[in-house]
């Protein structure tokens, strides 16, 4: 089941700017109080732009094959003007199976695969980690959704994607503290101290607050204590108005 795809530039992240074709798949295993995804997990269609940045969306029903979800792909998007093929959520990896079936479809981009994930199954992970290049992973903290962080999967969960290209992301906001800051610091020390680290500001709204710039700084020098590569990065998509 999918919510969207499109042709943009990836927005978050140290691989900001870079081109990008997004396939977001539907549903997720968790329940972050910030979350900006729609919630219904079997939408009766997705939408698909047709032109990058025009807006020219077409609805198709779901669910469709792998094999007509790639001519989809390669019909609208020239997938060597791109850098990877983003799969994002909801929670790309409750769809292990499809992405399988889909992956050996859809090479040609210039760095292959680039999984969006909230990096708690790491069984999952670890079931197509051959077919995934690059990997976003993300640690929500308990002041950001409410809910309790799962350490322990976390840690299982970078210790599979350690195997490839990864960095972890952590949405800061004003109720974001430096123990809960220093838990991921920690997690990534134990598993390789160069595995980037990016902080990225929370986007306000909803009532959510951002952290002062004063606070964010020195979040990103107690992150540096330890770790080799810690870097302050925004939503950018969102400023230029992209998808
Ligand atoms: S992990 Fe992402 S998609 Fe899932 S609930 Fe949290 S913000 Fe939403």
Redesign the pocket.
């Known amino acids: 089941m999918f919510q969207e795809v499109f042709s943009s530039v990836q927005g978050e992240g140290p691989y900001v700017g870079t081109r990008q074709v997004f396939v977001r798949f539907t549903g ?5 109080a ?4 729609p919630t219904n997990t079997k939408p009766e269609h997705f939408v698909l732009e047709k032109t990058p940045g025009l807006r020219d969306f077409i609805q198709i029903k779901n669910p469709v094959e792998p094999i007509r979800m790639a001519e989809l792909i390669k019909h609208y998007y020239n997938l060597e003007n791109h850098h990877s093929v983003s799969l994002t ?3 790309p990896l409750l769809h292990t199976d499809y992405i399988a079936q889909l992956v050996p479809l859809v090479q040609g981009t210039k760095r292959g695969i680039f999984l969006e994930t ?1 990096g708690t199954l790491p069984e999952k992970l670890a079931s197509i980690i051959n077919r995934i290049d690059i990997i976003s992973m ?1 640690i ?1 903290l308990f002041s950001s ?1 409410k809910e309790k962080t799962p350490w322990e999967l976390h840690k299982e969960f970078l210790q599979v994607a350690s195997q490839k290209d990864v960095y972890v992301k952590v949405v800061v906001s004003s109720a974001t503290n430096f123990d809960e800051l220093e838990q991921v610091v920690e997690l990534i020390k134990n598993i390789n101290r160069n595995i980037e680290l990016v902080l990225q500001p929370v986007t306000p709204k909803g009532g959510i607050a951002p952290l002062d710039n004063h606070s964010l700084l020195l979040l990103q020098e107690q992150a540096l204590k330890t770790l080799k590569n810690v870097r302050v990065i925004p939503q950018t998509h969102l400023m230029m108005g992209q998808l």
Request: include cysteine.
């Open positions: 997720c295993n968790l329940n972050c910030f979350c900006d995804t959520g909801g929670e909230n993300d929500k959704t």
